[in-house]
């Protein structure tokens, strides 16, 4: 069965002040010499504290998160990549919301009209690449697109896309075993989130369509709850096929989504 799927780009600025930016508010300020702006003629301007990103969100078109192998941000001007932050990749590789600048490249973009090129790459191949211009001002990093970012940017053959539809509509019925595992540390029958985890693997086993299942890693995600990775393999079409299971480690634990080995 084949199936073509269509990769849409939308640029966005995002606001919310998440893990990654408390972080880089601290270092934002520290940049910014304890939150005040001097010089430039910046000196009375009144900033909000909002840690302002812009980010390019990259969806298939059942609005599901792609998850890219690996991507890049080149700005053109400068004839440089930016530097990867790590949580910025660990939460893009969840969300499917890539970095392309925020407030801590305020000074270096402001009063400057940039181009910053971002590449995505998935399965050995370019997905996405697009210009994204920026600037900024007094406060806070802006984007200067007019018109919309929204874009299709290619048609990929995906055999598993139909396979990961399917195994999300199980969800419900994963995140009832959960919620059925005790949690209370007061009870004698108490599971750690490691035990947690695993006893899903074993019930998974159990299922007549999983060939395996096994724990690739305990919050090594580390969004706020951190999020885990169980990959199951499962017999469909006549194929064995592999898929991941995220799960984010809150109490009790919740299985949030299927998507492709990477």
């Known amino acids: 069965m084949t199936i073509f799927w269509a990769v849409i780009c939308t640029v966005i600025q995002s606001c919310e002040a998440n893990v990654e ?3 880089e508010i601290e270092l934002a300020n520290e940049v910014e010499g304890n939150g005040e702006n001097n010089g430039n003629g910046c000196e009375d301007v009144a900033c909000t504290e909002i840690f302002m990103h812009i980010s390019l969100k990259l969806e298939y078109p059942n609005e599901q998160p792609v998850l890219l192998d690996s991507s890049k941000v080149f700005w053109i001007s400068e004839n440089r990549f930016l530097e990867q932050n790590t949580v910025s990749w660990n939460e893009a590789r969840v969300w499917g919301s890539y970095l392309i600048v925020n407030d801590l490249m305020r000074k270096e973009l402001q009063g400057k009209e940039e181009i910053m090129r971002f590449t995505g790459y998935l399965n050995g191949e370019i997905v996405c690449e697009r210009d994204v211009p920026v600037s900024a001002d007094c406060c806070h990093v802006i984007y200067l697109g007019a018109e919309s970012l929204t874009q299709i940017i290619a048609r990929v053959e995906n055999d598993n896309s139909l396979l990961i539809e399917e195994m999300n509509k199980s969800l419900p019925v994963i995140n009832e075993f959960l919620a059925d595992l005790p949690s209370n540390s007061e009870e004698q029958s108490f599971l ?30 580390y969004t706020l709850p951190a999020q885990s990775e169980i990959s199951i393999s499962i017999k469909y079409n006549e194929k064995t096929e592999v898929v991941i299971l995220d799960i984010l480690m809150s109490n ?8 492709e080995h990477y």
């Open 21 to 23: 930016g408390k972080d």
């Open 252 to 259: 009790p634990l919740r299985a949030i989504r299927f998507h």
């Open 192 to 221: 750690n989130d490691g035990e947690k985890l695993q006893s899903l693997v074993e019930w998974l086993k159990s299922k007549s369509c999983v060939v395996d299942a096994t724990v690739l890693c305990n919050s090594c995600i």
